[in-house]
């Protein structure tokens, strides 16, 4: 059974744990942490606290407040610069760039396709994949049932069918080639 401590017997104990903690030599000091990352590690690694984080991590409270504190972070101009400048050194190097330009490629098969998404949006590429990542991951559009409209040879094929449907009130994003490829 736990004992239950007075007021007076609490502040008497935490009072002299103070002045143990203010008498200790560096040594002792790195022991008592080493012995609590110990400690903290052992109950961490126990199902009942691998829960118990998850279940905290989850509420929306912490969501909400995880993505504030991201926000306010990478809100700072220095840093967007600091990361722009990381990425653009990094994208630089001829082994990365020869890498992204392969994966690029291998999408490619020389022709052109015009697609619609479930949304109505219609659109031209070359490399269908990619394309639909970016439209659900930058635009955040729903991919999954995409229709191939029309397979062509070439671009401008491509982009005089795209500017029929934009014609035709389908939503697209390409207006400029309505007008050039119609007549």
Request: with cysteine; charged share 35%.
């Amino acid at each position: 059974m736990k004992r239950v401590l007075t007021q007076a017997q609490k502040d008497r104990k935490s009072e002299l744990q103070r002045i143990r903690r203010a008498n200790r030599t560096p040594e002792e000091i790195a022991k008592d942490r080493a012995k609590q990352k110990i400690a903290s590690a052992k109950y961490r690694a126990t199902p009942e606290a691998k829960a118990k984080a998850k279940a905290y991590a989850q509420t929306p409270e912490r969501k909400a407040a995880a993505k504030r504190r991201s926000a306010k972070y990478n809100a700072k101009p220095e840093r967007k610069a600091a990361q722009k400048m990381a990425s653009a050194k990094y994208y630089a190097k001829p082994e990365v760039k020869a890498r992204v330009k392969a994966r690029y490629e291998s999408g490619k098969d020389g022709l052109y396709r015009v697609y619609m998404l479930k949304c109505g949006y219609v659109g031209q590429t070359s490399n269908i994949y990619k394309r639909m990542t970016k439209h659900k991951n930058k635009n955040n559009r729903d991919t999954s049932n995409y229709i191939v409209l029309h397979t062509v040879k070439t671009k401008a094929h491509a982009l005089r069918l795209e500017a029929i449907y934009h014609y035709l009130d389908f939503a697209g994003v390409n207006a400029r080639h309505k007008i050039k490829s119609i007549s």
